[in-house]
């Protein structure tokens, strides 16, 4: 049995927990029940990848039930060490304070190849751009980009790079030449654009990054799913697989593109998303105390039309491809970019 099936079961996870995470707390007194919920469960013989939530009923040293989400992210090929050990130094460094904060690391478990954390109670940017929310959307933007000013400044003199490869657009998961190679055999249509296209994103970004105060910790997966609303005030950001030190225009460019992406098929009106935009690169402006100035325009702009093509890849090269939507991006790409 894929020993990853052992998290399934309530009663190992009770154990378990009791051995890791009871001592935590020291007004519970005991775990009383676990209510297993499977976010992502891709299981194979021996390998697995896989994101589950751990409704945690505790119980008060006065009797009372309180329940924490504890949630698992494991990969059997690409263990979260790196992503706890981040996540736990962003903690240190203060989003455990205030209202930008981010999941609480617990532990990491060396068996399971995957990280424990207590997750956050709310609803993503995405659900209220699904439900036309204009009213949260304009309050939730402004949060979002505040959070990115207090990650990009972050110190960190001692950071350690906690994902080299995602550091560079060259070397980010699955890397060019694989993405090439894919491009090439499933829609040649498209190879000589892409290679056109990575030549340019590769170039720039070489260039952009010999100016060494653009290096910051960046999120790397920046869009509006990943920013969670946790009450009137308080806003988290979570999923840190991608963490690394790079040109802090990287997240502005993948969120500005994200929500255009999914703003734009939900709610359609392209000057409204315009609006919100503007909204959000004006508040990271100002919370970052810097001017927009031609090489940071540049520089987002390298990096929105570098989402937008890992987008079109994703529509492209996934099991059930969805080659228009993929083939609207390149056409987009294509015309931002005159290639």
Known sequence: MNKINKLLNEEYVIKFFKEKILEKYSSFSKIKKVKIIKHK????????????????????????????????????????????????????????????????PLFYSNYFKGMFYRGVDGKNLYHYIKNNDFEEIERMIPKAASWLVKLH??????????????????????????????????????????????????????????????????????????????GRKKIAMIDFTDISLSDFARDLGCFLQQFEFMAMRKIGDSKYVEKIKNIFLEKYLEDAKIKMDDSLEKRINIYYNWTAIRTATYFLLKYDAEPERGKSLIESVKENLNL
């Open 41 to 104: 469960k891709y299981i194979w013989e021996e390998t697995y990848h896989v994101v589950f939530e751990f409704r945690t009923y505790f119980l008060t040293k006065e009797g009372k039930v309180k329940i924490i989400p504890i949630f698992c992210s494991a990969h059997s090929g690409e263990p979260r060490k790196n992503t706890y050990y981040a996540l736990q130094y962003l903690w240190n460094s203060g989003f455990s304070k205030g209202f930008l904060t981010t999941p609480h």
């Open 153 to 230: 400044k972050t110190s960190i003199n001692e950071a350690s790079n906690f994902n080299k490869e995602n550091s560079r657009i060259k070397t980010v998961f699955p890397g060019i030449k694989h993405i090439l190679r894919e491009i090439e055999e499933n829609f040649p249509e498209y190879y000589d654009f892409y290679k056109k296209a990575y030549k340019k994103f590769i170039d720039s970004e070489k260039e952009f990054l010999k100016i060494s105060k653009n290096i910051t910790l960046i999120h790397g997966d920046a869009h509006p799913e990943n920013f969670i609303k946790m």
